[in-house]
């Protein structure tokens, strides 16, 4: 890529940035296809189309954006957590389940991906694996307020209300039984 197209392609993309910023949705993806049509590689392009059509509730056409992207750089987990979240939104839980998977193979640091294992391991009648899910959380993340809401819930559910409810306490400072 020549230096001149390289500009070009940076002025278009904070231009497509400053849109999505100020709510100009559809000026902002037609920027981005501009870009990809300098550029067909540049993977970034696809995956702020794919977020926009997220954004926008339009999950077909973000999937297919970010399968695009999937495809230029396979290493980017958050790919493949954003393919998680769009096949939970059209309510695909066994391929958000391998999307998840997949990028907790390229990252077991981040707590996005086992917080949604868990909820997908509830969403399956799953309590122990969700269980344990949420406590690789907190091992990796020791105040993950939402792995501690939903450990509190899971240990209730499993009969251990004593330790649902001091879960429920470190996160609250109060105890409730709902």
């Given amino acids: 890529m020549s230096s001149h197209n390289h500009q070009k392609i940076k ?4 231009q497509a940035l400053k849109y999505k910023k100020s709510g100009n949705l559809y000026e902002s993806i037609e ?14 392009a696809y995956f702020n189309i794919s ?3 997220e954004e926008l509730r339009e999950y077909d056409s973000a999937i297919k954006y970010l399968s695009i992207a999937k495809d230029l750089n ?5 790919i493949n957590v954003n393919l998680g979240n769009l096949f939970i939104h ?25 917080n949604s294992v ?22 990796i993340d020791k105040n993950n307020d939402f792995a501690i809401r939903q450990l509190s819930i899971l240990e209730r559910i499993l009969g251990n209300y004593k330790i649902g409810l001091e879960l429920l306490y470190k996160l609250t400072g109060k105890i409730s039984l709902k």
């Fill in 90 to 114: 059209k309510q695909m839980f066994k391929e958000a389940m391998q999307q998840f998977q997949i990028a907790f193979t390229k990252n077991q640091m981040d707590p996005r991906i086992s």
């Fill in 74 to 78: 396979r290493n980017d987990y958050e």
């Fill in 51 to 53: 977020n926009i059509y």
């Fill in 11 to 14: 002025n278009i993309f904070e």
């Fill in 118 to 139: 868990g909820m997908l391991q509830r969403k399956f009648n799953d309590n122990l694996n969700a269980k344990k899910a949420f406590e690789y959380t907190l091992s």
């Fill in 31 to 44: 920027l981005y296809k501009k870009i990809i049509a300098l550029e067909p590689n540049f993977y970034e």
